[in-house]
């Protein structure tokens, strides 16, 4: 999994199934992975049935489904007692489900409660660009230009920024395990076009608010969002951002243990949010798109040329206020 570029969350999600369908075999048969059989998956699929939602139920079978298909792919096991399972089940992983509806003034609520300068910036970031977890974790001081950046602190900030005024650039060349400044990357970013992202009024704030106080990084690839606890100055991960959103929205009522994507918010669920409610307001979906980092090339490519004009008037127009 490290190889195929996944991320410390991914895996440890993947070791915590695997983990758990271990001590339910050793407790209920006492045997081990290998000596499973298709009643025992069925049993394991059956004791998750009621404790988590049934997307969970989906996701954790297919873990468990992909860990079997491998292990007899290169000859450990002699066959994968979770294919019948699978092919048996009525749960699916639902890619798109129906998540929980908020309004802007509802998150402008929830963001309120929302005091540490990190977690606000974190948050505030993902809310008015739709970035990924991995694509904020990898934001580097270089890829922001606003006044802060270009003149008080005089960063060589990316040339592609260049004439395009307040501004992110989401790139779109980095993978796990990628070496970049001699620091390793643990995040990916899933985007295979790198984007141009305007910053508005609001979020220049939280940001400027946010550097006044941002730890000295220990990188020299210089990480905008950087550890103000335990791992002081060191670049967050995806895992350190889940934290704090679902540390926040569990004392907001908007998480819990075992819930799915149909009630939970997430950090993937700010990307929901801000194209629901850009697309609703702009009715553009091409801009929409483009800002995502959806590949079309004639998306791209139109609004790459275009962009001064076109994408900057219509985000500024459009982007909600969230304070």
């Not at 791209?300 to 004009?309: F, K, M, Q, R």
Request: with cysteine; hydrophobic share 35%; net charge negative.
């Amino acid at each position: 999994m490290t190889y195929h570029g996944k991320t410390d969350r991914t895996r440890a999600a993947y070791e915590r199934v695997l983990r758990d369908f271990e001590t339910f075999l050793a407790d209920e048969r006492g045997v081990g992975p290998a000596a499973a059989e298709h009643r025992d998956c069925m049993a394991w699929i059956h004791r998750l049935r009621g404790t988590v939602a049934g997307s969970t139920v989906a996701t954790y079978a297919a873990y468990l489904h992909r860990f079997y298909a491998y292990m007899t792919q290169v000859g450990t096991f002699d066959d994968n007692p979770m294919t019948l399972v699978v092919e048996e089940m009525d749960e699916r992983i639902n890619t798109d489900p129906t998540r929980r509806e908020i309004s802007v003034p509802e998150m402008r609520t929830f963001l309120a409660d929302i005091a540490h300068p990190l977690d606000r910036a974190l948050v505030v970031t993902m809310l008015k660009t739709g970035v990924r977890v991995g694509e904020l974790c990898n934001l580097d001081l270089r890829d922001l230009s606003i006044p802060e950046t270009r003149e008080t602190l005089d960063v060589s900030v990316r040339p592609q920024l260049d004439g395009r005024g307040d501004a992110l650039f989401v790139a779109a060349d980095r993978s796990v395990g990628d070496v970049t400044e001699g620091e390793r990357r643990t995040a990916a970013n899933k985007r295979k076009r790198a984007t141009v992202i305007p910053v508005d009024d609001e979020l220049r704030r939280t940001l400027v608010r946010w550097l006044a106080v941002r730890p000295d990084p220990v990188s020299r690839a210089d990480p905008l969002f950087v550890g103000t606890g335990d791992s002081w100055g060191r670049r967050v991960t995806p895992h350190v951002v889940h934290h704090v959103v679902e540390t926040h929205a569990s004392e907001h009522g908007w998480h819990r243990d075992g819930g799915g994507a149909e009630e939970n918010v997430t950090p993937h669920y700010f990307r929901h949010f801000f194209t629901t409610h850009l697309r609703d307001r702009t009715g553009d979906r091409g801009i929409v798109k483009y800002l995502r980092g959806d590949v079309a090339s004639d998306v791209i490519d139109t609004y790459t040329h275009d962009w001064g004009d076109r994408v900057r008037r219509t985000y500024e127009g459009n982007i909600y206020e969230l304070t």
